[in-house]
């Protein structure tokens, strides 16, 4: 009877983790399911790389879904393709198998290279995705992903045995959807991946459009894509409509993420994003990234846009938002808008200007910019500034343990007709806001190239740190001009250390890891500055290929606050293991760098060590701190 008992266990279990073996027929019409009938082994791991794995319950061949030449079919019958991007190849056919078994077709591919060439080939329903992959990690090609076009919403589900809850934060911050712990039972990992699929087609099914196409609302918040909205407005330009277009930021969204998490940050911007959404209705707005918004006003009266923009900037901060048991907080935006009508060739011109013009925004009491055409405002005083004399400062970091290199932070000023010299804090703002960032940026890097240039053969090898926006980075033809320039002149790579301020690296992340990566390969360092530790600021150490990191000016007086010097002693250790390292800034006096060397930095900056001049002439070799 015990005998009997057990079996019937053992058979009830099985049947609990595997699902009927005909599961897979209700895909399939009668004459797919008998010329289905034969033996199937396992899709093999980057095809013939595989050899056949255990028998599993019969599978449909993938040739029996397609005609020949026509595409994958989309329907709501269809079966479901998922991709399977794991490089563990025992890990791999497991999932394979048990979505075989389940009746989905599940392709496996094994590193991060080529996974975009086989979403566009087979679109995939659904990625498996594991998080440590030779290369690019897979939260790094999950952002990637996202921005590619039709693939916001591509499901992305994690399988990892990776136990770190911050982790996992870190992944769904990528754009995941979901995240499977190792080891996972096979009934968990079908619902989980069944489940999102279903809901995937089911949000399809209800955009108009073609098959295919991509959703013209977020699943998750009923709101336009953005997708969506930058098609809507290049129809507008298009057609020569009249109207406006509004770009909203949400003040201090680094200081609101620090204090409350991710999560409850992300959920604060999503009531910001309805309300603003309610106060536009009936127009199109969509979130464009952490803390901006886009708002499409097609039709709307041009002579009304200011008006409106003060509107949207007074229902955002009217009204407190809860955010976290019964904690409320008032928001504070600023808005830039620009008249459709404003002679723009394309959407990205269009997004650019009222983007800049919110730049503008910020300077203003009423926190609300009107955009001017560039032509018109060359006469105002923001683009005279920016009609100086270049005349960089330099600043030596200094080994704390002594070295052999001369290593200098290249300082922005500008130099007026009055002779009045204005600091990088006076000069960039009016660069931004008047378009002019990337110029002035590639004017104080080639003034940076032509000094490496003139030392590279000097006794003493010399580095320089050169900071740069993110707005520059981004664009492909700056990172083309920087690598033929460096060729070019056959300057040692290493000796330019690109220098990026961690709020711009929090809020453009993808941006600065394609450029990071692309550089990086080419011996280019880089340096995050005004370094402010915290779980996204981490992340980012082992994001980047970083070989320095600058902490914010607030740890030079840490010697007068022991929470202060446990943080900074926090952030070297975790630095020191992600293989870069510090740099203390703005020390002042011996009491600042002592406090600064027994934290453990490994370089020192600031006014007490020599402070900035027009001369490269530091005694590095006889420096003693």
């Known amino acids: 009877m015990a005998v009997q008992d057990n079996a019937v266990a053992s058979t009830r279990a099985t049947r609990a983790e595997t699902p009927p073996a005909d599961h897979w027929q209700r895909w399939a019409s009668a004459e797919a399911v008998a010329s289905a009938r034969a033996p199937s082994n396992v899709v093999p791991l980057n095809a013939g790389t595989a050899a056949p794995a255990a028998?599993?319950?019969?599978?449909?061949?993938?040739?029996?879904?397609?005609?020949?030449?026509?595409?994958?079919?989309?329907?709501?019958?269809?079966?479901?393709?998922?991709?399977?991007?794991?490089?563990?190849?025992?890990?791999?056919?497991?999932?394979?198998?048990?979505?075989?078994?389940?009746?989905?077709?599940?392709?496996?591919?094994?590193?991060?290279?080529?996974?975009?060439?086989?979403?566009?080939?087979?679109?995939?329903?659904?990625?498996?995705?594991?998080?440590?992959?030779?290369?690019?990690?897979?939260?790094?090609?999950?952002?990637?992903?996202?921005?590619?076009?039709?693939?916001?919403?591509?499901?992305?589900?994690?399988?990892?045995?990776d136990p770190d809850p911050e982790r996992q934060f870190e992944v769904l911050?990528?754009?995941?959807?979901?995240?499977?712990?190792?080891?996972?039972?096979?009934?968990?990992?079908?619902?989980?991946?069944?489940?999102?699929?279903?809901?995937?087609?089911?949000?399809?099914?209800?955009?108009?459009?073609?098959?295919?196409?991509?959703?013209?609302?977020?699943?998750?918040?009923?709101?336009?894509?953005?997708?969506?909205?930058?098609?809507?407005?290049?129809?507008?330009?298009?057609?020569?409509?009249?109207?406006?277009?509004?770009?909203?930021?949400?003040?201090?969204?680094?200081?609101?993420?620090?204090?409350?998490?991710?999560?409850?940050?992300?959920?604060?911007?999503?009531?910001?994003?309805?309300?603003?959404?309610?106060?536009?209705?009936?127009?199109l707005l969509a979130r464009l990234n952490d803390n901006s918004f886009l708002v499409l006003a097609r039709g709307l009266d041009e002579d009304t846009l200011d008006a409106m923009a003060h509107q949207l900037r007074d229902e955002l901060s009217s009204r407190a938002f809860v955010i976290r048991d019964e904690e409320s907080v008032h928001l504070r935006g600023v808005v830039g808008h620009a008249q459709l009508s404003g002679g723009f060739s394309d959407a990205g011109t269009a997004l650019e200007a009222v983007e800049r013009t919110t730049l503008q925004a910020r300077l203003l009491p009423s926190g609300v910019a009107a955009h001017v055409r560039r032509e018109d405002v060359a006469a105002q005083e923001h683009l005279a500034m920016l009609e100086g004399q270049l005349e960089p400062a330099y600043q030596p970091i200094v080994a704390v343990a002594g070295g052999n290199t001369a290593q200098y932070q290249v300082l922005l000023r500008l130099r007026q007709a009055d002779g009045s010299v204005l600091n990088a804090g006076q000069v960039i703002p009016a660069a931004e806001a008047a378009g002019r960032i990337a110029d002035l940026d590639q004017q104080v890097l080639d003034h940076a190239l032509g000094l490496l240039d003139l030392y590279q053969h000097a006794t003493q090898p010399l580095s320089l740190f050169v900071s740069q926006s993110l707005r520059t980075l981004a664009r492909d033809a700056f990172a083309d001009w920087l690598l033929e320039t460096l060729q070019q002149r056959n300057l040692p790579s290493s000796a330019l250390v690109i220098d990026v301020r961690l709020p711009d690296a929090l809020i453009h992340t993808v941006t600065l890891q394609q450029f990071c990566t692309r550089m990086s390969a080419a011996g280019v360092r880089f340096c995050l500055s005004q370094f402010e530790p915290g779980s996204e600021a981490n992340a980012l150490l082992n994001q980047l290929p970083l070989a320095f990191v600058r902490m914010a000016a607030r740890f030079s007086s840490s010697h007068a606050n022991q929470q202060t010097r446990d943080e900074l002693r926090a952030a070297i250790d975790a630095a020191h293991r992600a293989g870069a390292m510090i740099i203390g800034q703005q020390i002042e006096d011996p009491q600042a760098a002592a406090a600064?060397?027994?934290?453990?930095?490994?370089?020192?900056?600031?006014?007490?060590?020599?402070?900035?001049g027009s001369e490269l002439n530091f005694d590095f070799h006889n420096a003693v701190l």
């Open 596 to 612: 600064m060397w027994m934290g453990g930095v490994d370089f020192i900056q600031g006014n007490m060590v020599q402070s900035a």
């Open 55 to 161: 028998p599993t319950p019969p599978v449909l061949p993938p040739a029996q879904w397609q005609d020949d030449g026509a595409q994958l079919p989309l329907g709501s019958e269809a079966p479901y393709r998922v991709l399977i991007v794991e490089d563990d190849r025992s890990q791999a056919l497991f999932a394979q198998s048990v979505l075989h078994g389940a009746g989905m077709e599940a392709i496996v591919h094994s590193e991060a290279e080529g996974v975009q060439q086989v979403i566009t080939e087979q679109r995939p329903d659904l990625i498996l995705m594991d998080l440590h992959l030779p290369g690019l990690d897979g939260m790094r090609l999950t952002a990637l992903i996202r921005q590619q076009p039709g693939q916001q919403l591509l499901p992305i589900v994690f399988l990892s045995g």
């Open 173 to 283: 911050d990528s754009g995941a959807d979901d995240f499977l712990s190792k080891p996972i039972r096979p009934r968990h990992l079908i619902a989980a991946v069944s489940n999102r699929i279903r809901r995937a087609r089911a949000q399809a099914a209800m955009q108009p459009g073609a098959q295919g196409a991509p959703a013209m609302n977020n699943p998750e918040t009923g709101l336009p894509t953005r997708h969506h909205v930058m098609q809507q407005l290049s129809g507008a330009l298009a057609h020569g409509e009249h109207g406006g277009l509004f770009f909203i930021e949400v003040a201090s969204a680094l200081g609101l993420r620090e204090r409350y998490g991710y999560a409850a940050f992300e959920r604060l911007m999503v009531q910001a994003a309805q309300r603003l959404a309610d106060s536009a209705h009936p127009h």
